[in-house]
């Protein structure tokens, strides 16, 4: 396990490559960051929580800035999906703190939910016909629903979203461009509302609950650019590359928590 500046530079460059790879597909990467948090950084539970959340805030608005400045903003997706994520977050957050300190018990859900989807994304052709078809889209009702869901799996597990959020809609037949720009953008409201959450939930428990704030930082910073970075290649990738990027990140997303959950 790392100590002392060595943390702060491995997690921005941790950061820095997990985001650009994630973020044409519109997954900040947070995910993949929280069991290297706590395997390498060392961050504690609960802490671990709000830092991961906290490094979203920091690092989405440069791959957010970068899909504005290519007149990519999500358009009313973005709306719909803040609608269910941001109630879901705070709900997730107190759930973390008061009742899952370990929060392992939904290591089998998320393993059940992103493993076979990410398989199917990674293996799937990537020309899809109801890109074209929006009948085959998820009405915004269903939509407000499953965001709220993963809101609320964000709150506990300190992820924005978009790592759930991402491959739904894609498969549902949207395409990356409409996706990636939506997905982070709830994924940026969602984190920054329970950064809040657990900052104030810190103010009336004791133990690890606020985020470790130079971890955080230095993960955010990488991050920034890392989203800057990945939202700049989004227009010169393949569609169907960044489909099956995505779906081999979600599959090993999976496995991994298949493995927490039978350890």
């Known amino acids: 396990m ?5 943390v702060d530079v491995a997690a ?6 997990i985001a650009t790879i994630a973020s044409p597909a519109g997954v900040s990467g947070a995910v993949l960051l929280l069991p290297f948090q706590i395997s390498v950084l060392g961050t504690p539970s609960p802490a671990v929580t709000p830092t991961n959340l906290l490094f979203n805030v920091i690092a989405t608005p440069g791959a957010l800035y970068r899909y ?4 990519q903003t999500g358009g009313r997706l973005t ?6 994520t941001l109630p879901g977050v705070i709900v997730g957050s107190i ?4 009742f ?10 998320i393993a059940t939910v992103l493993a076979p989807l990410g398989a199917w994304l990674a293996v799937s052709s990537g020309t899809l016909r109801s890109h074209t078809n929006r009948k085959n889209h998820l009405s915004e009702s269903v939509l407000v629903v499953v965001a709220a869901i993963v809101g609320c799996v964000g709150g506990i597990y300190g992820i924005g979203g978009g790592s759930i959020l991402a491959p739904i809609l894609i498969a549902s037949g949207r395409p990356s461009t409409d996706v990636a720009p939506a997905t982070l953008s709830s994924t940026f409201v969602t984190s920054l509302a329970g950064v809040m959450t657990f900052l104030i939930l810190s ?3 004791h133990g690890s609950i606020a985020p470790d704030w130079p971890v955080g930082i230095a993960l955010g910073l990488g991050g920034l650019f890392g989203g800057y970075t990945g939202a700049r290649l989004q227009p ?8 099956r990027t995505l779906g081999v990140l979600v599959l090993a997303i999976g496995i991994r928590y298949a493995w927490l959950a039978a350890a």
């Open 100 to 109: 899952l300190p370990g929060a392992r018990g939904f290591d089998i859900v």
């Open 2 to 6: 790392l100590t002392g500046v060595w």
């Open 236 to 243: 010169h990738l393949p569609d169907a590359l960044i489909r």
């Open 95 to 98: 759930i973390r703190v008061d």
């Open 12 to 17: 921005l460059l941790a950061s820095y490559a």
């Open 203 to 205: 103010a009336h428990h």
């Open 68 to 71: 504005w400045r290519q007149h």
């Open 79 to 84: 709306a719909v999906l803040v609608a269910g």
